[in-house]
């Protein structure tokens, strides 16, 4: 592996400059996991590394700054197929290479896609009826209308199964949506967003498709973040919004349904975590490099080479894990708790390796000119969403035990 080395700060290099070469290449993937991949996969996952430096890279760190979206790559990710590769569900491995390679670059925009693909269109493909599918699926695929999903509320978060206060009454041929719903990515701009709300009648979780058009829908910014700055998260506020029966989800008639969909999406994060130890491990390498100190590079320091080590270490052990999860999918013998430890050991490992990562930059590790500091900040998004690492050791615990540690 050869190394460029150019000490102008890697966010601050100008946008029509080549990618270093340390960002084209697998360097984290020490034992060469890929390989599981077909070559006709691996040249897939290669094209969309090559796209994500060229494209999405000498954007991010600007708009992370800025706290703004960067709509103008939504063509460059359309053309990869990444929506469809999820929602179709059948190819897993290659679908978590390629949340790694986008994650590696961004966690931001790896969260907007895997939002909308894993979450919003997959429960619709999963979970819909041929007519919803037909409706809304087309668009999803090509993100010409971007989907969000509104589960989590105010006050309800981990235990949001049996707390939901968002309500939905049936009135003839609709239903009418009320409550708050908050931190709902993409919130602020999507065209369609899929809310989970109580039926008042059954006292049961359902879905329904509603249209931030419609009446009484209204969605304000989440401001002040510290985190996956590029991700517009809203509250949104239902008030007696008409919903038609139509945008019901059929296959959606209790939590548990939904809790399909959060399993997968817990895996999802699991290969996320992988890609930003992988940055890390990126940028610290490159630094330790490239940094002169009593007169020679800081990586020739054995306390340096412990550190990188350890994030390589670290990243090796997650993507193990995650090529293993992603087996069981394939094989639909993947259960909650599988993906319960995949997300809280994976994430554990990455908070420990973005912490050394930072730390080998030193005082440049907190400045955002540098990328490993987007990197560390982030990490704490993905370390508490889809399942705090409390809540999904906790799943893994009643998995062991048979006996549950919350009611």
Request: charged share 20%; hydrophobic share 45%.
């Amino acid at each position: 592996m050869s190394i460029v080395v150019d000490n102008t700060p890697v966010e601050n290099r100008a946008a029509d400059a080549p990618a270093p070469e340390f960002f084209t290449g697998p360097t984290a993937d020490f034992f060469s996991y890929q390989d599981l991949l077909t070559p006709e996969e691996q040249q897939l996952v290669a094209t969309a590394r090559e796209v994500f430096e060229r494209d999405v890279r000498p954007v991010v760190a600007e708009h992370w700054n800025n706290a703004t979206f960067p709509f103008e790559i939504i063509p460059v990710l359309t053309a990869l197929n990444l929506v469809d590769l999820c929602a179709r569900g059948d190819n897993f491995l290659l679908h978590g290479f390629m949340t790694v390679e986008l994650s590696r670059v961004d966690a931001s925009i790896s969260t907007f896609v895997g939002v909308h693909s894993g979450l919003f269109a997959a429960a619709i493909a999963q979970l819909g009826t041929d007519d919803q599918r037909e409706r809304y699926l087309a668009d999803a695929v090509s993100l010409r209308k971007i989907g969000a999903f509104a589960l989590t509320e105010p006050e309800h978060g981990s235990d949001v199964s049996r707390n939901m206060e968002t309500t939905a009454s049936r009135s003839g041929d609709s239903w009418i949506l009320n409550g708050v719903k908050r931190w709902i990515g993409s919130g602020t701009f999507a065209a369609n967003v899929l809310v989970w709300a109580r039926d008042t009648a059954d006292d049961q979780i359902k879905g329904f498709i509603v249209s931030s058009a419609l009446a009484g829908f209204t969605a304000e910014k989440i401001e002040n973040k510290i985190a996956l700055r590029i991700v517009q998260n809203a509250t949104i506020t239902l008030d007696n919004v008409v919903v038609a029966e139509r945008d019901r989800l059929p296959g959606a008639t209790s939590f548990r349904d939904t809790n399909r969909l959060l399993t997968n999406s817990r895996v999802w994060v699991g290969w996320q975590t992988v890609g930003l130890q992988f940055a890390a491990y990126d940028y610290a390498l490159r630094y330790a490099l490239e940094r002169q100190q009593f007169g020679k590079p800081i990586a020739s320091f054995q306390l340096v080479q412990e550190k990188l080590v350890r994030i390589l270490e670290n990243a090796t052990s997650s993507l193990g894990t995650m090529v293993r999860i992603a087996q069981l999918q394939q094989a639909g013998t993947l259960r909650p708790e599988h993906a319960a430890m995949a997300k809280a050991s994976s994430s554990a490992r990455m908070r420990e390796s973005v912490a050394l990562g930072r730390s080998v930059l030193g005082g440049n590790g907190i400045s955002t000119d540098y990328g490993m500091a987007r990197v560390f900040a982030d990490a704490e998004a993905l370390y508490t969403y889809e399942g705090s690492y409390e809540i999904n050791t906790l799943v893994v615990g009643r998995a062991i035990t048979g006996i549950s540690a919350f009611q």
